[in-house]
Structures are given as structure tokens and as C-alpha cells.
């Protein structure tokens, strides 16, 4: 348990800011999840219109340190790669 003044603080925030990342990183698989079922059942102009506010999510989830940089890109390529192959 924190003692000192600063260390209660730092815990306060610490906490503050859990929620916010497992809020991010909740839109951000959420919307992940469901372009990904877009691309399973072959409804690609629909995939295709979801594409910017996945990207979004997946941006703002790495510019706040939820994920990493190359976790971002990587996931932004491949959804992006799933769309051109299937005939977008």
C-alpha cells in the first residue's frame, strides 16, 4: 500500500489511467472482431466502410501506449491484406 503523499497520488492515477487503456483497448477489439466477421461472411463493401474507424481505433490504442507500434501496423496490414484478397 502506498504511504507518502506521492505514492497515493501516482496509485490514484495509475488506476484513473487503467481505465481508460481497458476502454481503448475493449473499442479497439471490438471493432476488430467485428470487421473480421465482415471478411468471414464475405460482406466486403461493408468491411471496406469500416476500414477508417478501424483504423482509428487501432491508431489511438497505439499513439496511448496500449499496444505497441509494430502491433498496430501489423494488425492495420493484415486487416488490410484480408480485404484486398477477398476481393474488395
Not at 32 to 41: M, S, T, Y
Not at 65 to 85: D, F, H
Amino acid at each position: 500500500m502506498a504511504k507518502t503523499k506521492s505514492a497515493k497520488k501516482a496509485a490514484r492515477v495509475a488506476t484513473r489511467r487503467h481505465v481508460f487503456n481497458v476502454r481503448r483497448q475493449k473499442a479497439m477489439k471490438d471493432i476488430v472482431k467485428e470487421i473480421a466477421g465482415l471478411l468471414n461472411d464475405k460482406k466486403m463493401s461493408e468491411a471496406a466502410g469500416l476500414l477508417p474507424k478501424t483504423y482509428k481505433a487501432i491508431d489511438k490504442a497505439s499513439k496511448k501506449g496500449v499496444i505497441k507500434k509494430n502491433t498496430a501496423a501489423r494488425m492495420k496490414s493484415r486487416i488490410s491484406r484480408r480485404l484486398r484478397s477477398t476481393g474488395a
